[in-house]
């Protein structure tokens, strides 16, 4: 009878100018709702309405900012309007200026890839890595979703690469490997129950957030985001598979990462 075996996840906080670990206090909501003498209460529009840039949407919490949407498909059922065929991977997409981008394997490879959100066309595909197989011999294919900013694409795969391209054309910019680039030890050398890397970047001010896990306070690493360059890292903690969050508190914009 095999045992089962449950990994509670640590929550590591980190400052993201310094990568200090402090100690915090909740901060406080912002509201999008204005008020009038006048009028009282009035809901603003959402500058990010149309799009969801990153996992779980523009501010990583699941929630979407559209309004005035169908709820009711039992009664108001879509139309479909394109479907297209994708190799195996576990990335969702993001959505941004009328273009759809997601990752999924293709033989041997795992490609980005960038849709027309109207017609379904596809605009480009652009070879990020070998696919990855875990020693279970899981599904192959990308494990995180890219993140749009500025126009560009940030893109993790399972076994650490990291790359940045253009959105509208797909062009490489800049590609590194954040075990490489950290000197965190690649987990897939330890265990053989490794998934790879999960966790979709993180995009704050000038840095992208990754997570490769490491014991030689390089758990938490932060890169420039033109650049790909080690900018700082902290911590001593294994991976986990869970994406990086911002929140404020203490006067602070801090990063939330679950870790191993």
Not at 12 to 29: K, V
Not at 56 to 59: R, V
């Given at each position: 009878m095999k045992a089962a075996v449950f990994l509670v996840a640590l929550i590591?906080?980190?400052?993201?100018?310094?990568?200090?670990?402090?100690?915090?206090?909740?901060?406080?909501?912002k509201s999008t709702t204005a008020s009038t003498e006048e009028t009282g209460p009035v809901k603003q529009k959402h500058p990010d309405q149309g799009t969801w840039t990153s996992f779980?949407?523009?501010?990583r919490n699941g929630i979407s900012e559209e309004s005035d949407l169908n709820l009711d498909w039992n009664t108001h059922r879509p139309a479909i309007l394109w479907r297209v065929p994708l190799g195996d991977g576990y990335s969702s997409i993001v959505v941004a200026d009328g273009r759809i981008w997601t990752m999924a394997t293709h033989l041997t490879n795992d490609f980005i890839v960038c849709f027309d959100a109207i017609s379904g066309k596809k605009l480009w595909a652009t070879l990020a890595a070998p696919t990855y197989l875990d020693h279970q011999r899981q599904a192959r294919g990308p494990r995180s979703t890219p993140t749009y900013h500025a126009g560009k694409l940030y893109c993790l795969l399972p076994a650490g690469d990291l790359l940045c391209v253009e959105a509208n054309s797909g062009k490489i910019l800049w590609k590194n490997n954040i075990f490489q680039l950290s000197g965190a030890a690649q987990q897939e050398q330890k265990t053989i129950y490794y998934w790879g890397m999960s966790a979709s970047p993180l995009i704050e001010g000038d840095?992208?957030?990754l997570q490769p896990g490491g014991s030689s306070n390089n758990s938490v690493i932060a890169v420039h985001k033109?650049?790909?360059k080690l900018v700082w890292s902290a911590g001593n903690?294994?991976?986990?598979?869970?994406?990086?969050?911002?929140?404020?508190?203490?006067?602070q914009r801090?990063?939330?990462?679950?870790?191993g």
């Open positions: 590591s906080n980190t400052d993201l100018a310094t990568g200090q670990l402090p100690r915090i206090s909740p901060g406080t909501s779980l949407g523009n501010n840095l992208v957030i033109d650049t790909g903690d294994p991976p986990g598979y869970g994406s990086p969050i911002v929140i404020e508190a203490e006067n801090q990063i939330i990462v679950p870790t």
